[in-house]
């Protein structure tokens, strides 16, 4: 035989040498559920490890990522019903604590990358992340709804902002209104390829953000499409998005293939709620090891294109990355 291919498996070191693919903690997001108050660390039943926090208990665990090289945070608001609304108003009050967080973070860390969550949902007592007139999710009168919730993230002090919205037109609508009021450096992370899921469940428990109606598939993308990804992507790139991000990842490593193919800014993928849940199901069973599996997945999705990951999952991948 001419060809051996084990001589390249040959020792741990050789492996090392001839590996394609390195996953970094620097490649990692980790997400973070911030509530109002002081001393809340509320769990998440669906979400083992994770929880709802109050700022000061945020501090804690981004100073614990940093220490471990996961120097991105994603940042979503859990927001009391009582401040919930129609047109979404506590998204863009200064009166949010989710504002006031975000100034706080940069202040302290003023190192890290923050990421922010532009869409209704969190704030809407509809639970949809557009505006709702007649069961309809009106795609045209949320822009400017969206557009006040990202400029004032943008004056707390986010890096790059995450429109989760899947409203047509929006990145361009935010673009513009960033431009005009002086955040040309702010940068977009689009949620080009947010797919109508049935795994962002534990998420939706965190927020308690489910629609109160109706579900998302009017403006979610279907499961069955692909070249309707690369539609997506083409808008948000000509609108002036920094980033294109797929959502979920795993079951759409395909999607980051075709986007990583076909585009040459970062490609992101959010590895979601329901699926670092499946990990920690079946680890509490004893049914796999979950920090070999975690691993395994994260490194499927950079394999499939991803230039960064957002993970529930980030912190524990990085507590064992240079053991």
């Known amino acids: 035989m001419i060809q051996r291919p084990r001589r390249n498996r040959a020792s741990a070191a050789i492996r090392s040498l001839v590996q394609e693919t390195r996953l970094h903690p620097n490649h990692l997001v980790q997400p973070l559920f911030l509530v109002d108050g002081k001393n809340k660390r509320n769990a998440i039943k669906s979400l083992p490890g994770i929880a709802q926090l109050s ?87 949320t822009l400017p709804i969206l557009a006040k919730m990202a400029l004032a993230q943008a004056e707390a002090g986010i890096d790059i902002l995450g429109p989760s919205d899947m409203m047509d037109g929006r990145v361009g609508y935010l673009r513009m209104a960033l431009d005009e009021k002086g955040f040309s450096e702010t940068a ?53 998005a920094d980033y294109l991000m797929v959502k979920p990842a795993t079951v759409y490593l395909d999607i980051i293939q075709q986007l990583k193919q076909h585009f040459t800014i970062p490609i992101a993928a959010y590895h979601v709620s329901g699926e670092y849940a499946m990990l920690q199901a079946a680890a509490k069973n004893g049914w796999l090891d979950y920090q070999k599996c975690l691993e395994e997945t994260l490194l499927s999705i950079r394999r499939a294109g991803a230039d960064v990951i957002i993970s529930y999952g980030a912190k524990d991948y990085a507590t064992h990355f240079s053991r």
């Open 55 to 141: 700022t000061d208990q945020a501090f804690k665990e981004i100073e614990s990522c940093l220490k471990l090289g996961v120097n991105s945070f994603i940042l979503f608001p859990a927001v009391e019903n009582a401040l919930k609304n129609k047109k979404a108003t506590y998204s863009y009050s200064s009166k949010n604590f989710y504002l006031k967080a975000i100034a706080e973070f940069k202040k302290k860390f003023p190192e890290c990358c923050l990421i922010s969550d532009v869409a209704m949902d969190p704030y809407s007592s509809d639970g949809h992340d557009g505006y709702v007139d007649g069961g309809k999710i009106l795609n045209d009168v």
């Open 188 to 240: 977009i992370m689009s949620y080009t390829a947010k797919y109508a899921s049935a795994f962002y469940g534990p998420f939706r428990d965190a927020l308690d953000s489910a629609p109160k109606s109706g579900d998302k598939k009017t403006y979610q993308m279907n499961p069955a499409n692909s070249r309707e990804a690369l539609l997506e992507a083409e808008l948000d790139f000509s609108e002036g």
